[in-house]
């Protein structure tokens, strides 16, 4: 009785499932339809595994995490006669995870995608984690998902350039008819952000870099000593021939910010960036100090303080080198690499504290009691172990005894392999990801160029065409990394034109510029 209850509510929890003919203590198989192929399992096999979705389909269960909700549904259609459940999922990468119940060990098929199976599993509620037999033979399509999915979350928002149909600064938004104020900030955004996008951003590109290594060529050699003025109260001023060259780029790098943030989508995205904050410091200091100049003018004991902190402020104008990071995909790259080489890189900073502390302990003890020694203290010697494991070896500091210079020897050679253990890896990921965005770059430039032939069809619909609004760029990129099509331009857009096929139809509104039409040319 309590059963039929317990049955009752949970018909009245779920709605449609029929919870009366699945309870969870009645024996027998379920039946699974998927996409017309039949499967059946035992009722306690799957209940062994009540967390996935068949095990809460019997548990009368709705959800089981948090990108669920109350309203979604188990499974796709269910038939009442024959109780058979029916899932428009990939039949064939069924089979592995329906032998997970039985066995309990995934395994995945050879001839299935990685990620495929993979999002078949987070669709059952199967956890993700192959049997060691299959990790060997799939590690490489692994590697080259996981370069794809980096270099792709690297560069998407390079990519995304703001035009009357894309994105604009990772906002997707309707541009729709933009007024004049709003074309004009997207052709100054693309101006001095996107290199690629014209001639003219292209050669304002190249203004930029030409101030910053100009600018940071004249910091250089204005410390020189035979360029420097010293003036009558000891205090260093710089050459008026090359304050020119620097009020020069200064203005060029002032005007490039008040373009650029005027231009943003986003002004708070924008002001939060680490690049953009780097070119607010490489101009402040000369403004600050220009500042303080004049109103130094009349009261030179109230500002002395001052003057020494812009002095000292001053030494953020080498920042601007990093400007050119901004025109450099290959700076970029490393940049990335860098986040993305944490463990590694953590790897290393603590064999090299590791081998730090072991041999300055050893080299203090071996060396303390000869006379005039430099190892003084442990301390001292942290400087002689990290110069001596990175092969460096200044010759400031060094041991004389016999034991100590052993233990030179041990840590030269423990620095070496310290260091050449994590560092493979780091180059590894660096060469994989500079190179899956040149292939990317390649890629965005084909799928411009299909985008400049596409013309919409004639009036009086003698053309049909095809809507490829849904399909962008980082489609193809993934299709192209995967499958290393190489193919002609002629035959891509061939193929482009074919994978669109299933979505071919007329132009639903001729005003729309959500989507782009692209005839069908059989001589083509």
């Known amino acids: 009785m309590e059963t039929n209850k317990s049955a009752v509510l949970g018909i009245l929890r779920t709605g449609t499932l029929n919870a009366l003919t ?39 269960r709705r959800t089981s995490s948090h990108k669920e909700t109350s309203t979604t549904p188990l499974y796709d259609d269910h038939d009442r006669e024959t109780d058979e459940f029916y899932f428009e ?3 064939a990468a069924f089979e592995p995870i329906l032998a997970f119940y039985t066995t309990g060990t995934l395994h995945i098929p050879r001839h299935l995608c990685v990620e495929l199976f993979q999002d078949e599993c987070d669709y059952w509620g199967i956890p993700f984690v192959p049997d060691s037999c299959c990790q060997g033979y799939h590690q490489q399509e692994w590697e080259i998902s996981e370069t794809v999915r980096k270099t792709n979350d690297l560069f998407e928002s390079r990519s995304k350039r703001p035009s009357t149909n894309t994105e604009y600064l990772g906002s997707e938004i309707d541009l729709g008819p933009a007024s004049r104020s709003e074309k004009l900030k997207r052709r100054l955004w693309d101006l001095f952000e996107n290199s690629d996008s014209s001639r003219a951003a292209s050669i304002v590109s190249i203004i930029s870099s030409a101030m910053v290594i100009i600018s940071t060529i004249t910091l250089c050699v204005n410390t ?69 100049e004049n109103l130094n003018g009349g009261i030179n004991d109230r500002f002395t303080d001052v003057r020494r902190f812009v002095q000292i402020l001053r030494i953020f104008r080498i920042v601007r080198i990093f400007k050119v990071a901004r025109h450099s995909t290959g700076l970029q790259v490393l940049g990335y690499t860098v986040r ?8 290393l900073f603590m064999l090299l504290l590791m081998g730090m502390t072991l041999f300055s302990s050893l080299v203090y003890y071996a060396e303390e009691d000869v006379e005039n020694t430099k190892f003084v203290s442990i301390i001292a010697a942290f400087w002689w172990a990290i110069i001596t494991m990175t092969t460096v070896g200044y010759g400031d500091m060094y041991p004389v005894t016999t034991f ?41 430039k ?29 489609s193809l990129y993934n299709v192209t990394m995967l499958k290393r099509v190489s193919l002609t331009t002629i035959e ?25 039409p692209l005839p069908i040319n059989e001589n083509a």
């Open 340 to 347: 993305n080489s944490g463990s590694e890189l953590g790897l």
């Open 492 to 516: 891509r857009r061939d193929n482009y034109r074919r994978r669109l096929s299933t979505v071919s139809g007329p132009l639903s509104a001729a005003g729309s510029r959500k989507v782009c």
């Open 22 to 60: 699945i309870s969870p203590g009645e024996k027998g198989r379920i039946k699974i339809n998927v996409c017309g192929r039949r499967f059946e399992i035992q009722r306690q096999t799957v209940l062994r595994y009540p967390t996935t979705r068949i095990g809460r389909i019997l548990l009368g």
């Open 89 to 91: 999922r990939n039949p």
């Open 404 to 444: 100590g210079q052993i233990i030179g020897s041990m840590c030269c050679v423990s620095g070496i392999l310290f260091i050449a253990l994590p560092i493979p890896t780091i180059v590894s990921n660096f060469s994989a990801f500079y190179k899956d965005h040149l292939n990317k770059g390649k890629l965005q």
């Open 224 to 292: 020189h000593p035979d360029v420097k003025i010293v003036n009558e109260d000891g205090q260093t001023s710089d050459n008026p021939k090359l304050l020119v060259i620097e009020i020069i780029c200064i203005f060029w790098f002032t005007l490039e910010y008040i373009i650029r943030i005027y231009s943003s989508p986003s002004k708070k995205v924008f002001l939060c960036s680490v690049m953009n904050t780097i070119d607010l410091l490489a101009i402040l200091p000369f403004y600050i100090g220009l500042i303080v």
């Open 446 to 474: 084909l799928y411009e160029k299909l985008q400049t032939e596409m013309v919409p069809p004639t009036e009086n619909g003698s053309k049909s065409s095809v809507l490829i609004g849904s399909l962008s760029s980082e």
